[in-house]
């Protein structure tokens, strides 16, 4: 099995570094000062069990990879660059015949809910993965995970009805996984894992635009507003979560303990605003709320607020907690 890596930031780099640690086949997808760090050195991932750097082949893009049948593909990218990428692989010819979208899996290592749809409408073979994984990326060549006593809990299992040969694909993918450090257990219920990831995912937004929960009474509120808001649309539309028993059960121990030297600063989307990236990805989190609230005739101011000033923020290249969670509440009542 080789592991083909479309985005080498956080999630996509500590993954695919540790993979790559332990000897597994990995392709490096990146772009920006990214690529050029990897092309020019090593990626350095640092976890509770000290730091590796790894030097596995590094691309540009599909052009630079011919893929052969024991390839997996996976999404690390952010979810409002999926489109994206799904057009840039998924008629990629494969050795021996067919293309990666007829042949290869694609694994969706990424927040949200609606990335295994979009490659349901070009892949046969989608797996779909609940990423619980403290993971940082500021600076190039260097990734973290502050996970322990496992960088992460990566829960796997099949979007959809997969073709029959495909259980054998997702198993061998969970046991590499498993190689390289990672919990990662195989569930027949895996987007109801990740639907009761996106309700922890709606707090990003409020982490990118307040700063820390942790400090701000304000923040907190804020959160869980935008919690209610999401149990109370998952419920309506009909959408299963876990049972608070199974969650709990599954992530035992597990805790956030970023390594010495390693200060995580914030989230998925706080660093998308630290890093200057122009975008974010609460279109498709709190984004997916307020979607679901419109086709089921359910309010959700909050998670509309911070949909659209958070991706406001991102175009305008604010930096993480340049807005008020009282500004924020403020709104949402107005709404």
């Known amino acids: 099995m080789r592991h083909i890596i479309i985005g080498t930031g956080a999630v996509g780099g500590v993954v695919g570094g540790l993979l790559a640690s332990v000897g597994k086949d990995v392709v490096l997808v990146a772009r920006g000062r990214q690529l050029a760090a990897l092309r020019t050195g090593s990626l350095e991932v640092t976890t509770a069990a000290g730091t590796v750097r790894v030097r596995p082949v590094v691309a540009a893009g599909p052009d630079d990879v011919d893929l052969g049948p024991g390839d997996v593909l996976v999404l690390a990218v952010k979810s409002q660059d999926t489109a994206e990428a799904l057009a840039a692989w998924s008629d990629r010819p494969v050795a021996g015949g067919g293309t990666a979208a007829e042949r290869l899996a694609v694994v969706c290592a990424q927040n949200g809910v609606d990335n295994e749809r979009a490659a349901l409408r070009r892949f046969a073979r989608v797996i779909a993965m609940c990423v619980w994984l403290p993971a940082t990326f500021l600076e190039p060549g260097r990734v973290s995970a502050g996970g322990t006593p496992v960088p992460g809990v990566l829960t796997v299992g099949h979007a959809a009805a997969p073709p029959t040969d495909a259980d054998d694909v997702l198993a061998c993918y969970a046991q590499e996984l498993e190689d390289a450090g990672f919990r990662a257990p195989v569930a027949a219920d895996v987007m109801a894992w990740k639907y009761t990831k996106l309700l922890t995912n709606l707090a990003n937004a409020v982490e990118a635009l307040c700063g820390s929960l942790r400090d701000d009474a304000g923040a907190r509120e804020l959160a869980a507003r935008a919690d209610t808001e999401g149990r109370t649309v ?102």
């Open 234 to 335: 998952l419920r309506t539309a009909g959408i299963a979560t876990l049972d608070d028993a199974v969650h709990d059960a599954a992530r035992a121990g597990f805790r956030v303990d970023p390594p010495p030297g390693q200060e995580r600063g914030g989230g998925s989307s706080w660093q998308s605003l630290a890093r200057g990236t122009g975008s974010i990805e609460s279109d498709h989190l709190n984004g997916e709320i307020v979607l679901l609230g419109r086709l089921h005739g359910v309010p959700t101011p909050v998670n509309a607020v911070l949909q659209r000033q958070a991706r406001q923020a991102a175009a305008a290249g604010a930096q993480p907690g340049a807005t008020t969670a009282a500004e924020l509440l403020a709104e949402a009542a107005r709404a």
